[in-house]
């Protein structure tokens, strides 16, 4: 929800005053739609990264939480997850190790990447490991190995957060 915005004239977030009250959600009325629509058994679930983009009115409404960013063998274990991912969905992921190196799981750790960067990260990494091992005829049977080298890891999106904003 910190993410919302742009022209005021056109708030997502507008509807929501409304909304979050519980005596306006049995006669909400869409301005878009312009129909009426019962809304008394929504359960209203928001995400955010940083609270002071978050207007008072609308985040009074909500009872936060906070989830803690997950610890280096908490990532180790999502990273890992994410190549397993890969490797299975995709039609050349056999043809990869089938575990990441201890110092490509460091690299993307220390990285602090979000987990749908990583999985980009990855993809492309495995796009420059069959460039840099074509032809070696000592890639053999293991696969393809992904190396610290073939990371081009982005700079995070904004500012680092310890954790992230969860309400209801």
């Not at 978050?54 to 960013?69: D, M």
């Not at 201890?102 to 220390?110: G, N």
């Not at 049977?141 to 904004?158: H, M, Q, V």
């Amino acid at each position: 929800m910190d993410k919302a915005g742009g022209d005021k004239r056109y708030d997502p977030l507008g509807p929501l005053y409304q909304l979050l009250e519980k005596g306006n959600l049995g006669d909400f009325v869409d301005e878009g739609l312009e129909v009426a629509t019962n809304c008394s058994h929504i359960v209203w679930v928001g995400t955010a990264n940083q609270l002071h983009m978050i207007a008072e009115p609308i985040l009074s409404r909500f009872t936060v939480l906070e989830v803690q960013r997950p610890t280096a063998a908490q990532m180790e274990q999502v990273l890992r997850s994410i190549y397993q991912k890969i490797r299975r969905n995709q039609a050349w992921g056999e043809q990869f190790t089938e575990q990441l190196s201890a110092s490509v799981i460091d690299k993307m750790i220390e990285s602090e990447l979000e987990p749908r960067l990583m999985q980009k990260a990855l993809i492309a990494a495995a796009g420059k490991a069959v460039l840099r091992q074509a032809g070696n005829s000592a890639t053999g049977n293991d696969g393809y190995a992904i190396s610290p080298d073939d990371l081009k890891l982005p700079e995070p999106f904004g500012a680092k957060s310890e954790y992230c904003h969860v309400w209801f």
